[in-house]
């Protein structure tokens, strides 16, 4: 079992700024991949980045050059630094992890809520 506890989210005006954090606890070990989804109102989740376990990373076109995604292992932790804000982002952003104990397995935070004003 891998816990994911997000935070960071918040309000804040279009150009801005925001750090989230995903937290991880359990089987920290068996964990594959990490990433950020995010599923505005009324709409499907969708991928905004994604870490592999040998540091590979992928982004969504929307966030290319904007957001970052990156680790801390030392504190079992991922962020997604998001820089000049757009409208566009809002949404909640939800961390995920896959972890492979024989079987693949995903996993969910609670999601956090960022809303970008123009």
């Known amino acids: 079992q891998v816990q994911l506890v997000e935070s960071g989210g918040g309000l804040v005006q279009a150009g801005g700024s925001l750090r989230l954090a995903c937290v991880t606890s359990g089987s920290i070990s068996s964990i594959n991949t990490m990433g950020w989804f995010r599923q505005p109102p009324g709409k499907q989740r969708d991928l905004v980045a994604i870490l592999t376990r040998t540091g590979s990373t992928s982004y969504a076109d929307s966030v290319k050059g904007r957001f970052t995604i990156s680790r801390d292992n030392a504190k079992n932790t991922v962020y997604l630094q998001m820089n000049s804000l757009k409208p566009e982002d809002t949404a909640v952003y939800y961390c995920?992890?896959?972890?492979?104990?024989?079987?693949?397995?995903?996993?969910w935070g609670q999601g956090t809520q960022v809303t970008v004003s123009s």
């Open positions: 995920y992890a896959t972890s492979f104990a024989g079987v693949l397995t995903p996993y």
